[in-house]
């Protein structure tokens, strides 16, 4: 079994920056796409930016020269540098990860519990 935790949401300012974690464990072969979601009071969950094993990169257009994805596969860790943030950002936002594990080896999308990101003065 994997986990994923996410870590670094907190309260911020209007134009404050937050730089978002998600470290993956348990036995992992390898991690292939990733991704960073946020679902919003009364909405419906977004992706925010993904990342590919590749590091291809896609953003959502609201966050297009905001926000940053990245990944450190040796940590088997992402990271979300979010700078400019917006009221309008205020969300919980998930981890994703398509993780290969088990023997003979399965590909499976894994999920953090999300930490809460919230942009007021």
């Known amino acids: 079994q994997v986990q994923l935790v996410e870590s670094g949401g907190g309260l911020v300012q209007p134009g404050g920056s937050l730089r978002l974690s998600c470290a993956a464990s348990?036995?992992?072969?390898?991690?292939?796409?990733m991704g960073w979601y946020r679902q919003a009071l009364g909405q419906q969950r977004e992706l925010v930016a993904e990342?590919?094993?590749?590091?291809?990169?896609n953003y959502a257009d609201s966050v297009k020269g905001r926000f940053t994805i990245s990944r450190d596969n040796a940590k088997n860790t992402m990271y979300l540098q979010m700078n400019s943030l917006k009221p309008e950002d205020t969300a919980v936002y998930s981890c994703?990860?398509?993780?290969?594990?088990?023997?003979?080896?399965?590909?499976?999308?894994?999920w953090g519990q999300g930490t809460q990101v919230s942009v007021s003065s």
């Open positions: 994703n990860m398509r993780v290969v594990t088990g023997w003979p080896k399965v590909l499976s999308d894994y």
């Open positions: 348990g036995i992992i072969f390898s991690i292939n796409d």
């Open positions: 990342i590919t094993n590749g590091d291809s990169t």
